[in-house]
Structure formats: C-alpha cells, structure tokens
C-alpha cells in the first residue's frame, strides 16, 4: 500500500482533484460505452422481434436477394 | 464479359498513338480554358488571401516588431486557407454538367486524367498565391532574406495541399453543402505541410539553413503525387457510383 | 485464405461466432482493469514518479487511452482495407462502430492529459507533442463519422469513409513525426508527460496491465456493437429472423 489511511488515499498527496477527476471523466465515459451499447442492442432485438412478427405476413423485398455478402 | 463488351474494350485499349499523354494535355487544357472562362473566381483565392492578411495588422497590431514574428506563419495559414476554400469548385462544376461521369468512362486511367485536373487547379491557384505571398510579406514586415524561400515553399507545399485537398474534394463531391465539411477532413490532413512550410520560413529568417525544410516538403509532395492519384481516382468513383 | 476471409465476411457466422468469444473478452478486460486499477491507484509506491508527488497515477488512464486511440484508427483503416478490397461487410460495421469509440478514446486521452498539466506545468493546455497530435486524431476521427453520415446512402458513406481511413492512417506517422520535430523547434516545456527515461518495473507493470485491459474493452466493445450493426443492416435477411424464431 502506498497510502496510510483512505483519508490519505482520496487525497492523493495533495493532487487527488486532478487524479480523481482524469480517473472519474475515463471511468464515466467507458460506462457509457458500455450502457449505449447495450441500450442499441435491447433497442434492435425489439425492432427485429417486431419486424419478425409483421414479417411473416409481409415477407420483405430484401429477401429475394441471395445473401449479397 | 459478354462478346460485346470484349469488343468495346479492344477497342478502346487499341493504342492510340500517346493516348495517356495527349488525353492528360487536354485535360488539363481544357481546365485551364474552363478557368480562364471564369476570371473573377480565379481571383478569389488571391483576395481572400490578402483580406484575412489585411486583417492581422488589424486584430493584433499593426508593431512591424510583432508582424515581423509572426508573419511567417501568417502567410502561410493564409495561404493554406485560400487554397482550402478554391477546393470545393474543383470537381463541382464537372460533377453538376455531367462531365465528370465521362471522364469516368474514358479508356485512360482516372488517375492520370485527375492529377491533370489538380496540376489545372495548383496552375491557377496554387502557383499565384506563392507569388503573391512576398508581395503581402512586404506589409507584414517579413525580415529580409526570406521572400525567396517563402515563395518557394509555398510552391512546393501548395502542390500538396491541392493534391490532398482534391482527395477531400472528390469525396465530398456529391453532397450538397459539403463545403464545412471538406474543411474538416482535409485540415488535419494539411498540418505536416504547414509544419514543414512555416519552418523553412522561419529558418529562413534566423539565418539557418532551409534545404532540410525544403526537402521535407518535396518528400511530402513526393509521397502525395505518387499516392493522391489512386485516391482521388477511388473517392470520384465513389462520388458518382455510391 | 479465401475461405478464411468469406467465413469472416458472412455476417451470419461473425454473429455466432462473436457470441461466444464476446464473454471472454468482457471477463478478461474487466480483471485486468479491475487489478490495474487498485494495482495502480493505491499500490504503485509514490516515490517512483521523480517528483510529480501522486499526479502520476493519471498515466494509468492517460496512456492506455492515447494508446488505444491510435490503435483504433489503424484496426479501423485495417476494417477499411479488408472492406474496400473483399468488399467484406462486417469489415465495414465493424469500421462504422470503432470511430465514436475511437473519438471518445481521444477524448479521454485529452482530457486527462489536460488535467495531468494543472500539477505538471501549470496550466490546463500546453501544445505539447503528444496532445497536439492527439488533438489532431480527434479531428481525424469526427471527419471520418463526419463523411460517413454525410451521404444519404450507406453504401457511398462507407465506402467514402473507408477511403478517408485510409488516407488518414498514411498521414498519422508523417503528423506525428512532424508535430514531434515542430515540439522540438518550439519546445518552452522542459520535459513532456510521459517521456522519461526508465520506468521502474513498479510504475510500467501495472501501467501494461492497463494497456491490455483498455485493449480487451475495445475488443469486447467492437464485437458488441458490430453485433448490434448486423442487425441494423440484415434486419429484413431471412437469417435474423429465423434467429428470432429460434429464441422465441
């Protein structure tokens, strides 16, 4: 341990404002990230499932095209 | 490739006595031509360039001691930016009457005829811009001893910056407005040029030698001329394809 | 190799096979950031950072962010390359998804830069080497999501932004190169952020543990998203709804 005490640990030797906030800024935007991947991802499943479940009637035109990969 | 086409494409690929060279001459003829026509959009560059010159001695200070220090780099973000706004009528006009689709189509390759298409735009804007700089050198107090290089830096760096900036122009050619945004994708794209060229200057003005300036910036066209080409030939191709 | 390369290219199977790897690369960045962290945060020894005091443990966001920053611009021309020549979409989705990161990893990269200089110089911005061409790959990175939604056809952004990867990934060693020498000519700074001669084992070991951790987010993070990107696209394939059908 570098630090005696978390009271010491927070402060940072005088610089815990710079660490905590580069530290704070990098850990909230890969949450992000993650929390917009994941919401993108809940958000087409829906839109899959619903275009699935209308799709069984309407079969859409793209289907004729044989897998254009 | 069905009979048809075979026989189209021998047809075109019979060679023409200097087909490559005489289609890069007359491309680059008529975009001269095509410029001439439109002699007061040839100046533009020009005075955009001795405007936002004018406009430094005004918003900082007019001390010859203070223009002095700074005028080498003055010059050539003006410069550069005079270049940057000619870009967009580039491929614009060729794009809007059709032109450009049968430049596509020609049995030459693409790259050629669109490096004779930026060689066009380096001519008239590019070339006249470096002579123009030591004229408004003169005003900004640009210590002597340094007008020489200045030109020739801008000579060789503008050549760069129309090369890469035509890569930005043919990407952006089909979308409206694409102006701002052309600015954005080629300005990062022209930082080394301004490093280099803005360098030889100053090296110029304290006296220290300039060929290691100057030849960073003919590497850089260098590199530009032999890789530009492609890239402008597959943007344009983007451009009117999708 | 051609195999290799169509298998990959089959949106279908880089869906299944993503899956599974997805996890793994999740679990494995989540325990290297997790033991950097507290390594790097409350173990490294203050005495290690030649007189910065604790400032320095900004370097174990600062660097991995820098780092991965630019490895995202070349993986993305990479994804470009491999698009434009097979003409490999998943390629192109994984490119379409990379940029923002990218962006936001520049971002990060910058700003705790920036903070880093308060203690270090004394000011929130210096045009230091490093975050001038940092700043530079910000704006190389909202260029190319610039293009790309510029076009009201995907198929011309890709392919346009896919070009500008391109071009850009040649530019970024000659503006690093060049911003480096121009830092030199100008240099007031006695010395830049990162650049010190040895770093004791102490310092880098957790720092290496950081580098790998943002490495394997970045992965894990791609995959999700290009996951994501698939369905966008193939929405209508016959495939996606079969999948569907399949989990119903």
Known sequence: MAFTSFGAFLAMGGHGPYVWAAWGVTALLMVACIVHARFERRQLASAVKRRARRGDRHPPHQARHADDT | ??????????????????????????????????????????????????????LFPIGISPDRAVLALIAP??????????????????????YDDGSLEQMLLAPQPLAALSLAKVLAHWLLTGLPLALVAPLLGVTLALPLGSYAVLALSLLLGSASLSLIGAIGAALTVGIARGGVLLSLIILPLYIPVLIFGVGAVQAAVIGEGVAAHLAMLGALLAASLLLAPWAIAASLRISING | MWTFIHKWGSPKWFYAISAKVQPWCWAV?????????????????????????????????????????????????????????????????????????????????????????????????????????MLILLFLFLGVIALRSAFTRREG????????????????????????????????????????????????????????????????????????????????????????????
């Open chain 2, 73 to 94: 780099g003055l010059l050539w973000v003006a410069a550069l930016l005079a270049a940057l706004l000619s870009l967009d009528s580039l491929f614009r006009t060729d």
């Open chain 3, 29 to 133: 960045s989540l325990i290297l950031i997790a033991t950097g962290t507290v390594w790097g945060l409350a173990f490294t020894p203050t005495e290690v950072n030649q007189g910065q005091g604790d400032s320095f443990r900004i370097i174990y966001v600062h660097v991995p962010a820098a780092f991965l920053a630019q490895s995202v611009f070349v993986s993305m021309a990479a994804a470009s390359l491999v698009f434009m020549v097979w003409k490999v979409k998943v390629a192109d989705m994984a490119a379409t998804v990379m940029a923002p990161f990218g962006a936001v990893m520049t971002f990060v990269a910058l700003f705790s830069g920036a903070v880093w200089g308060v203690p270090t110089w004394g000011t929130w911005w210096m045009w230091d080497a490093r975050l001038t061409s």
């Open chain 3, 157 to 248: 952004g890709s392919k346009a932004a896919s070009v500008l990867a391109m071009v850009g990934v040649i530019n970024i060693p000659i503006i690093k190169y060049s911003v480096d020498w121009w830092f030199t000519l100008h240099q007031s700074a006695t010395f830049t952020l990162t650049s010190r001669p040895l770093m004791p084992m102490e310092m880098w070991l957790p720092l290496l543990i950081m580098v790998l951790g943002f490495y394997c987010f970045f992965i894990a993070l791609t995959l999700m998203r290009t996951r994501s990107e698939i369905l966008r696209r193939e929405i209508d394939k016959r495939w996606v709804r079969d999948l569907i059908k399949e989990a119903q």
């Open chain 2, 1 to 54: 490739m069905t009979q048809g086409q075979k026989a189209t494409s021998t047809i075109l690929e019979t060679p023409v006595p200097g087909g490559l060279w005489v289609a890069f001459t007359a491309t680059l003829k008529r975009d001269v031509t095509l410029m001439f026509r439109r002699r007061g959009e040839l100046l533009n560059p020009l005075v955009f360039f001795a405007l936002v010159i004018t």
